[in-house]
């Protein structure tokens, strides 16, 4: 299982655009990249996932360069609300079925 | 998507005593789940993975006797923490796969957080 590297913690205010950037230098040819976000005493909750390229859906947007050995995480206009841990996965494509190995994921903190 | 639903959300029980955590999939089936485990400041830890109609598959380190897996059927799998005592006092999170408009991925439940006196 490819390792991931986020940074530990990141600050950011209401309305802004916040880019989360994870390192994943061995990632294989079959893998996909996922990301989750965690609130305290909850459990993870699904993001985005993607491959390569640039995917977008409802709530973020995720960058993959043409290498894939990162990839970036963007929130656009957080609200406090998003304060949360957000963990950058990569597991093969049947990444429900292959068990997830959780980094230390970024602590994200939203200021009024 | 899909719904994982775990109960209880919390417990708290006597040292010496056993737990039995519910893990269901309300509106899929899940031939495999995961069970995670996770300390106040830290990452989720894998601990085994549920499959359904045969043993649970437990990750190096986590005691097999100690902490029971059963996958009796598609929707329901039970983790149980048998004589628990304080220091497994923690956060336990199930998962299950499933596909949201095509994506397969782990939805994970809501968590159950244990007690141990």
């Known amino acids: 299982l490819a390792k991931t590297t986020q940074p530990i913690s990141m600050d950011s205010y209401e309305g802004q655009e916040v880019n989360i950037t994870c390192s994943h230098n061995?990632?294989?040819?079959?893998?996909?990249i996922t990301w989750y976000q965690q609130f305290p005493s909850q459990g993870p909750r699904f993001i985005i996932q993607?491959?390569?390229t640039k995917v977008t859906n409802e709530v973020a947007s995720l960058f993959i360069p043409a290498d894939r050995k990162s990839s970036t995480l963007s929130l656009p206009r957080v609200s406090l609300s998003d304060t949360a841990v957000y963990y950058c996965?990569?597991?093969?494509?049947?990444?429900?079925?292959?068990?997830?190995?959780f980094g230390a994921g970024t602590r994200l903190a939203v200021h009024p | 998507g899909a719904v994982v639903s775990q109960h209880p959300s919390w417990v708290i029980c006597k040292s010496g005593t056993s737990v039995k955590i519910e893990c269901r999939s309300l509106?899929?089936?899940?031939?495999?789940m995961f069970w995670y485990r996770q300390f106040p400041k830290q990452s989720l830890m894998l601990m085994a993975t549920?499959?359904?109609?045969?043993?649970?598959?437990?990750e190096q380190g986590v005691e097999k006797d100690k902490f029971l897996i059963n996958h009796a059927s598609l929707t329901l799998s039970t983790l149980t923490v048998t004589s628990a005592h304080p220091e497994d006092s923690s956060f336990y999170i199930c998962?299950?796969?499933?596909?949201?408009?095509?994506?397969?991925?782990?939805?994970f439940g809501a968590g159950t957080r244990l007690s141990v006196l």
């Open positions: 998962s299950a796969r499933g596909l949201a408009g095509g994506v397969d991925i782990q939805y």
């Open positions: 061995n990632i294989a040819t079959n893998d996909y």
């Open positions: 993607g491959y390569k």
């Open positions: 996965l990569v597991a093969p494509f049947s990444g429900g079925y292959n068990k997830l190995i």
């Open positions: 509106d899929f089936q899940a031939t495999t």
């Open positions: 549920s499959n359904e109609g045969s043993k649970a598959t437990y």
